[in-house]
């Protein structure tokens, strides 16, 4: 069958946010405001730091406007996979930190598990499952690959669960799958819109005044305030914490050390259960495969499979808009690596494809600092990593705005910026040549290249 076939009746929109359950949106913000705490964005680091801000301080008068509504852009629409990782995996923060890498590990899996506090706390119905994450190997230099990142791992107290191919095979059943390397406690999936609303619904009970449908357009320090531009008004505030990621910080600055990457997903229908059985999948684990191109995958609820990945498109000059969401060459081409992978559930629909953008920068994970005399705080570059590591984010803008030095200021990962991206016609000619690199290592058994041996030597390396 022409893989193509499987997409005909694929809603050009995002599984996710299509719930029932779906809120309405809150007002927009008309004239002037004032505030303690001023948030910019209402995704998951906007959203965890206005609640964070109030469980620190009831008192505290906090604001958070976003530009649409609550949780629509990346945060709604993302694959659900909440990793303890806060370095965009173990071998990723291992290379730029080692010295920090058990401090890392420790407060990523502290991280995780008040992530799941509050789910439980607040009573958010996220489809929360704590399930881990599967690595699979589909080619035979990838097995070396996971065993030697699981013995380093066990070197550092983490211990991953090697399965040989048959193990791997009884699991989840692809004809694909050489080796296995599941991270049983790590990583829990989720529903990302519902825990999006969930904690706008926390916020709302702590206090939290929150207006949608409200640009943010300027900031400026206005004497011992600073003074947010919106649509139709001004917010004054005390401190202003930015949670826009892939959205142009109002912070200049920044702009250089953050791309917009597209990434995209396909849905299919519910699962039968003699389709279930085909597949095995019994404990529900979150997989990934180990290509540098590679692919996400996971059971929703209802037992769809949500498949997604493989291609990560820059658009020249760094535009974001929704004229990007649909790309039909990638979602034939994510159809036909699904039926590869699963042979045995041919003749399934997709009913859902959609794409969105993520913020990514050198180093693949977040980076903070502070501007305006220490009054507003960033935390920006999650890279596809931000279900989990925001919440980690919005604790360490509320340490930057508090003035204090705490375990997570004190870290060089905190510290220290990525390299920033040069301008275009060069930024966009790198990063082509960088994903033309990566697809070559894949069909050349991941042999690097001259250019991704350069970038290794940079800093800027990336191998997933």
């Given at each position: 069958m022409?893989?193509?076939?499987?997409?005909v009746?694929?809603?050009?929109t995002v599984?996710?946010l299509?719930?029932?359950?779906?809120?309405?949106?809150?007002?927009?913000?008309?004239g002037d405001e004032?505030?303690?705490?001023?948030?910019?964005?209402?995704?998951?680091?906007g959203l965890?730091?206005?609640?964070?801000?109030?469980e620190?301080?009831?008192?505290?008068d906090?604001?958070l406007?976003e530009?649409?509504?609550?949780?629509?852009?990346?945060s709604?629409r993302?694959?659900?996979?909440?990793?303890?990782?806060l370095?965009?995996?173990?071998?990723?923060g291992l290379d730029?930190?080692?010295?920090e890498?058990d401090?890392?590990?420790?407060?990523?899996?502290?991280?995780?598990q008040?992530?799941?506090d509050?789910?439980?706390?607040h009573?958010?119905?996220?489809?929360w499952?704590?399930?881990?994450e599967l690595?699979?190997?589909?080619?035979?230099?990838?097995?070396?690959w996971?065993?030697e990142?699981?013995e380093?791992?066990?070197?550092?107290?983490r211990?991953?669960?090697l399965l040989?191919?048959?193990?791997v095979?009884?699991e989840v059943?692809s004809?694909?799958?050489?080796?296995g390397s599941?991270d049983?406690?790590?990583v829990?999936m989720?529903?990302?819109a519902?825990?999006?609303?969930g904690?706008?619904?926390?916020?709302l009970?702590?206090?939290?005044?929150?207006?949608?449908?409200?640009r943010?357009?300027?900031?400026?320090?206005?004497?011992?305030?600073?003074?947010?531009?919106?649509d139709?008004g001004?917010?004054f505030?005390?401190h202003v914490?930015l949670g826009t990621?892939?959205?142009?910080?109002?912070?200049?600055?920044?702009?250089?050390f953050?791309?917009?990457v597209?990434?995209?997903a396909?849905?299919?229908?519910?699962l039968?259960?003699?389709?279930?059985s085909?597949i095995g999948?019994?404990?529900?684990?979150?997989?990934?495969?180990?290509a540098?191109?590679?692919?996400?995958?996971?059971?929703?609820?209802?037992?769809?499979?949500?498949?997604?990945g493989?291609?990560?498109?820059?658009?020249?000059?760094?535009k974001?808009?929704?004229?990007?969401?649909?790309?039909?060459e990638?979602?034939?081409?994510?159809?036909?690596?699904?039926f590869?992978a699963?042979?045995?559930?041919?003749g399934?629909?997709?009913t859902?494809?959609w794409?969105?953008a993520i913020?990514?920068?050198?180093?693949f994970?977040a980076f903070?600092?502070t501007a305006?005399?220490?009054r507003?705080?960033?935390?920006?570059?999650?890279t596809?990593?931000?279900?989990?590591?925001?919440r980690?984010?919005a604790?360490v803008?509320l340490?930057?705005l508090?003035g204090e030095?705490?375990e997570?200021?004190s870290?060089?990962m905190?510290?220290?910026?990525?390299?920033?991206?040069?301008?275009?016609?060069?930024?966009?000619a790198g990063i082509?040549?960088?994903r033309?690199?990566?697809?070559r290592?894949?069909?050349?058994?991941?042999?690097?290249n001259?250019w991704?041996?350069?970038?290794?030597?940079?800093?800027?390396?990336?191998d997933s």
């Open positions: 022409d893989p193509a076939r499987s997409l009746d694929a809603s050009p599984f996710w299509e719930d029932p359950g779906r809120p309405r949106a809150r007002p927009a913000l008309v004032r505030c303690d705490l001023l948030v910019v964005g209402g995704g998951y680091c965890w730091t206005a609640l964070i801000a109030k620190r301080d009831p008192g505290r906090v604001v406007v530009g649409n509504e609550v949780g629509w852009a990346a709604g993302n694959g659900g996979f909440c990793a303890a990782s370095t965009h995996g173990f071998d990723n730029r930190w080692p010295g890498m401090t890392l590990e420790r407060l990523g899996r502290e991280n995780l008040a992530i799941e509050t789910v439980a706390e009573g958010i119905d996220a489809e499952e704590r399930t881990g690595d699979v190997a589909t080619e035979w230099h990838q097995v070396e996971l065993r990142a699981a380093e791992a066990a070197r550092h107290g211990g991953p669960v040989d191919r048959d193990e095979r009884a059943d004809p694909t799958f050489l080796a599941w049983k406690d790590g829990a989720v529903h990302p519902k825990l999006a609303w904690l706008k619904q926390a916020c009970d702590h206090g939290v005044r929150i207006y949608e449908h409200t943010a357009t300027g900031l400026a320090s206005n004497g011992g305030e600073v003074a947010v531009r919106t139709y001004r917010v505030a005390r914490a990621n892939v959205f142009p910080s109002l912070v200049k600055r920044v702009r250089s953050v791309v917009p597209y990434d995209y396909l849905v299919t229908e519910p039968t259960d003699t389709q279930m085909e999948w019994k404990n529900r684990q979150g997989l990934g495969d180990s540098n191109q590679f692919h996400y995958f996971r059971l929703t609820a209802d037992n769809r499979i949500l498949w997604g493989y291609d990560a498109v820059y658009t020249y000059g760094g974001v808009g929704a004229e990007h969401d649909q790309r039909p990638t979602f034939r081409r994510l159809a036909e690596h699904f590869t699963f042979p045995q559930l041919e399934m629909r997709f859902h494809a794409g969105g913020d990514t920068c050198s180093r994970c903070y600092g305006h005399g220490g507003v705080a960033y935390a920006a570059g999650f596809g990593l931000g279900v989990g590591a925001t980690f984010g604790d803008m340490d930057l508090s030095t705490t997570r200021t870290l060089e905190v510290r220290s910026k990525p390299v920033p991206f040069p301008p275009e016609p060069l930024r966009w082509e040549l960088t033309r690199s990566l697809a290592a894949d069909r050349r058994g991941g042999r690097r001259l991704l041996k350069s970038l290794d030597r940079l800093g800027m390396g990336f």
